[in-house]
């Protein structure tokens, strides 16, 4: 069936360092692919997402290329703030899912200053 | 209010007892989501609704788990005699219509904790 599986956390960075967060995926057909985020206190949002191969998702200077040769989906930000602390889901969607997202464990992210 | 409302935010109950969860989607959402998280695992998939009915109930554990939606609006979890293994954050979603944009709007979660 189809999954995900992203790295384990903490990831515990300094201000300004890079970000990646590995994602990859097992899915049936050609799937959607998204990374959330849930802020201390607050429900998942969406931060990015790709419909289809070699698209590229970018919001908040984060950016994610789909890469079906891989089946990766890794999660980049070049110089991560303070306010970048947060857990990242990284999710898939298919044809036939009506909507349902299949989810990461999620990795927890936490910026020093 | 504009996003998702869930109810309670916390829960603590003592096994065998039953629990009721509540959704408020946002307002012209058709779709509605309930996922569990579990402590250290992802988001595990429940149920899905298309307005009030329930084309995927897939993922209920068990039949403990039961789920109903009031037209395109509130949405209620049920859980009857609740196991220790049932502790988790409940998690609802809403999005405009049940495709695969994966733009899904979350809640804050229930937290439900079994003793």
């Known amino acids: 069936g189809n999954s995900v599986t992203q790295m384990e956390g903490p990831v515990t960075l300094s201000e300004e360092a890079f970000l990646t967060i590995n994602c990859t995926y097992t899915?049936?057909?050609?799937?959607?692919l998204f990374w959330y985020v849930q802020y201390p206190g607050e429900g998942l949002q969406l931060l990015l997402k790709a419909t289809k191969a070699d698209d590229k998702g970018s919001n908040k200077g984060f950016e994610a290329t789909y890469r079906k040769e891989t089946t990766s989906f890794h999660l980049e930000k070049g110089s991560v703030q303070v306010s970048d602390s947060a857990v990242y889901f990284c999710?898939?969607?298919?044809?036939?899912?009506?909507?349902?997202?299949?989810f990461g464990k999620g990795t927890k992210l936490s910026v020093k200053p | 209010g504009a996003g998702v409302s869930q109810s309670p935010s916390n829960k603590v109950t003592e096994k065998g007892k039953d629990v009721e969860l509540r959704c408020d989607p946002i307002s012209g959402h058709t779709a509605l989501y309930w996922y569990r998280q579990r402590l250290g695992q992802g988001l595990e998939f429940l149920i899905y609704?298309?307005?009030?009915?329930?084309?995927?109930k897939s993922g209920l554990p068990s039949d403990r788990f039961s789920a109903e939606r009031t037209g395109e609006s509130v949405s209620t979890l049920t859980i009857q005699r609740t196991q220790q293994e049932d502790s988790a954050v409940y998690l609802c979603a809403s999005s405009l219509a049940g495709t695969n944009t994966g733009e899904l709007f979350f809640g804050e979660g229930s937290r439900l904790t079994v003793l």
């Open positions: 609704f298309q307005g009030n009915s329930a084309p995927d």
């Open positions: 999710a898939l969607s298919d044809r036939t899912s009506q909507g349902n997202l299949i």
């Open positions: 899915a049936t057909g050609y799937p959607s």
